[in-house]
Structure formats: C-alpha cells, structure tokens
C-alpha cells in the first residue's frame, strides 16, 4: 500500500469576516448569515485563525477575551487569572471545518495554534460552549467538561468544556 501524503495545511491570521462562510455553511445553515457574527468578534485582542489546503479556506476559529460562565467559578480563581484586561481568560467560539475536509487534522492544528498564540500572551484558562456533537473531539485536545449539559435552542445540546493553558 502506498503511503499517504502529508495534507497540505497552512494555519493563518484571518479576519472576522473571513470566517463568515464556513460558520455559515458548517454551524447555522438554518439561520440568515448574520447569526454567524459573534459580539466576541470585536473585543479587543479577539484573534481569527484558519487553515488553508491548497491555498483554500477550509476550516476557522475564532478565540476572544471572555469572562467564563459561573460552572467554572471556582477555576477562575484558583488559577489566578486575573482581569480580563490582562488576557488571562479566553472563549473559544466559531470552530468549523467543511465537511469536506474533516478528519484530515484541520480542527486540531487549529486549536493547538490557538493554544499557542494564547500562552504567548499570558493566557490562562480558555473555554467554550461546545456542542455535544463535538464534546469528543475537544476531550482529545484535552478540554474537560464543567456543569450541567444544556440546550441552545435551534442548536441543539452543548455543554461549557474549558482547559487551563500552559502558560499556568
Ligand atoms: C468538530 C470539528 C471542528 C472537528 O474538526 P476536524 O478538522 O474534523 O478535526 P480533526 O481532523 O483535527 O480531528 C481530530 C480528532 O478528533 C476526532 N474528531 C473530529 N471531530 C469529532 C467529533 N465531532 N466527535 C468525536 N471525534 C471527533 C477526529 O477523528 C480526530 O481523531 P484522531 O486524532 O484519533 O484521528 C468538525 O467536525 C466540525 O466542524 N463539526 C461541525 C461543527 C461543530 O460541531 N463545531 C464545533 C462547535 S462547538
């Protein structure tokens, strides 16, 4: 058998409006395309990241400064993060790979990069609300579960999942 070649991705700085289509297509195809800007967007420091096969675009994620939801309370303060200002607690939003090109690494070289950029600025603790179609996928790269599942309604089940950075 023929060995397999290595995938050709590129993982890149991208702009908020870069990710629109894939979050579009992979995360609300029910809803108009504007439910795919999150308010994070625009935070300050917010950072967009995709990953490129061939020059193309195929799967995004975003991370901004965020407070964690209460689930994750007591975290917050023994990690130290301190204030948001100081970049110490992250949420992860928008990720998305095409169908496509899902089980190819896309995903996980993207949060790895994340994780990376994130414990370069001091980041402490990142979390999500991911849903539970995807609530494996994050306990591989190491995020763990935190509180009671709950519904998004149009969406389906999800739950708050988080990990402490290394940087900690
Ligand atoms: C979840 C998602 C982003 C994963 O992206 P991907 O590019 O396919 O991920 P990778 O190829 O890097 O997969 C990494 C590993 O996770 C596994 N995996 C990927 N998606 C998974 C899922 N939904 N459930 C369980 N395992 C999953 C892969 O099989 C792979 O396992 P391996 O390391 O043993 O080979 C992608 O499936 C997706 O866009 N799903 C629909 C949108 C979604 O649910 N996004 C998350 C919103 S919270």
Redesign the pocket.
């Known amino acids: 058998m023929s060995p397999q070649p290595a995938p050709d991705r590129t993982i890149l700085r991208i702009e908020p409006e870069d990710t629109y289509a894939l979050r579009h297509r ?2 609300r195809p029910e809803q108009p395309r504007e439910a795919c800007h999150f308010p994070g967007d625009a935070s300050e420091g917010a950072f967009h990241l995709g990953s490129f096969d061939g020059g193309i675009l195929v ?1 995004v994620a975003s991370f901004n400064p965020e407070a964690a939801p209460a689930c994750l309370d007591g975290l917050v303060e023994s990690l130290e993060t301190g204030s948001l200002n100081q970049g110490g607690v992250w949420r992860l939003r928008g ?3 095409a169908p496509e ?9 993207l949060l790895r990069a994340g994780f990376a950029e994130l414990e370069q600025r001091g980041g402490r603790l990142l979390w ?1 609300n ?2 539970l ?2 609530a ?2 994050y306990l ?1 790269l190491g995020l763990a579960r935190a509180g009671e599942d709950f519904e998004i309604p149009g969406i389906g089940g999800h739950v708050v999942m988080w990990c402490a950075l290394a940087s900690f």
Do not use: E, I, K, N
Request: charged residues 15%.
């Open positions: 992979t995360l799967a990720m998305a790979t090109s899902r089980g190819q690494g896309h995903g996980s070289a999500c991911a849903r179609s995807a494996d996928f591989g």
